[in-house]
């Protein structure tokens, strides 16, 4: 059943969802590192993680034992999920769907979705667009510039940032690509479920 799946995608995709697979994985580990080092900030402001640790045995044999138990339940997730993991990614990223003749041919329906899945692309890049330019101007007020501030607090938010953004960036490259692919498919389904 794999081999039969994975002959309808060349090996430039498969790579292409091995890689985003393994990015998920990565986003996954840095979340997770960056929750805990938050966590030990939270309950020891001002120090170091060496401090809390040093501070009592117990501390340091949780801390060994919640990394080891961290590193083998990534293992366990990275190896269960990887074959569906990567079959979900590939379909994502490569299965068109089609509609039927009938509702393909309709110049209607291919004003409104193409409107809409421009509109959906235009918003989300001129989010990104204005995010940059905000952070570019150097002004203090900014809401990015508040984010900033938030995020280089301490060392464990920061981690815990670029785990975020990870998946942030995955995503968002899923979503656009799904919705490229398969977003006039999905308005004109829509479009006529709401006109019978």
């Known amino acids: 059943m794999e081999e039969e799946f994975l002959t309808q995608y060349n090996k430039k995709q498969e790579k292409l969802g091995t890689l985003i697979y393994l990015a998920l994985v990565a986003g996954w580990f840095v979340t997770i590192l960056g929750s805990v080092w938050t966590l030990v900030n939270i309950f020891n402001p001002g ?3 060496q401090n809390f640790f040093s501070k009592n045995i117990g501390y340091l044999l949780a801390g060994i034992f919640g990394f ?16 569906r993991g990567r079959k979900r990614i590939l379909k994502i990223l490569y299965t068109k769907k089609e509609l039927s003749a009938q509702y393909r041919d309709r110049l209607g329906i291919k004003i409104v979705a193409g409107g809409f899945i421009i509109s959906i692309l235009g918003l989300v890049i001129t989010i990104i667009i204005a995010m940059i330019l905000s952070a570019s101007s150097g002004s203090e007020d900014s809401v990015l510039m508040a984010l900033i501030s938030i995020i280089t ?6 981690i815990l940032t670029i785990g975020i953004s990870i998946f942030l960036v995955i995503g968002l490259i899923l979503f656009l690509t799904y919705t490229i692919r398969n977003g006039f498919y999905f308005i004109a389904k829509i479009i006529y479920k709401m006109s019978e």
């Not at 138990?69 to 999920?81: E, H, T, W």
């Open 68 to 83: 080891l138990f961290f590193v083998f339940f990534l293992l366990v997730f990275f190896v269960g999920f990887y074959r």
């Open 153 to 158: 607090l301490s060392t464990g938010t920061l």
């Open 47 to 49: 120090q170091g993680v």
